[in-house]
């Protein structure tokens, strides 16, 4: 089954691939590798997810948060390779960034919601090495950040 097919499989809309509000580029590539800049928490209307988790999201609300920045991941890929998912060999690695309190200790589990969805829209070739780190402020207050490197075939 080929990546498009397995995202229509599992009834994933992906949303709109944003552009940088700031002096960086969304996406680089240098080689086969291709860099995806921090993908933030938003959810489906596109308004932010905001405040920190252990205080104002639970570790489940910022799971689903993290999912959201993988969906972002995911379509700024599909921007990437102008559409074709199959220009992707494998993920890298993920870096999650998670706004939290300083005695929160659950940002793997955060950072899963990421990682699980990739994993699912990729199979084998989703699975990646991974950081979880906690924050103590994210752009904007979003609760989540995470970016992407993926190798390109």
Known sequence: MNFEDKIKELQIELPE???PVGSYVA???VGKLLYI???ISMNSKGELIKGKVGKDLTTDEA???AE???????????KACDGDLSKIKSCVKLTGFVNSTEDFTEQPKVINGASDLIAS????AGMHTRAAV???SLPL???VEVDAIFELN
């Open 17 to 19: 691939a944003k552009a």
């Open 27 to 29: 996406i680089k590539i």
């Open 37 to 39: 800049s921090g993908q």
């Open 63 to 65: 799971y689903k948060a």
């Open 68 to 78: 959201r920045c993988g969906l972002s991941i995911v379509a700024q890929l599909k």
């Open 121 to 124: 829209v990729f199979a084998e």
């Open 134 to 136: 906690s924050a103590n």
């Open 141 to 143: 207050g979003v609760s």
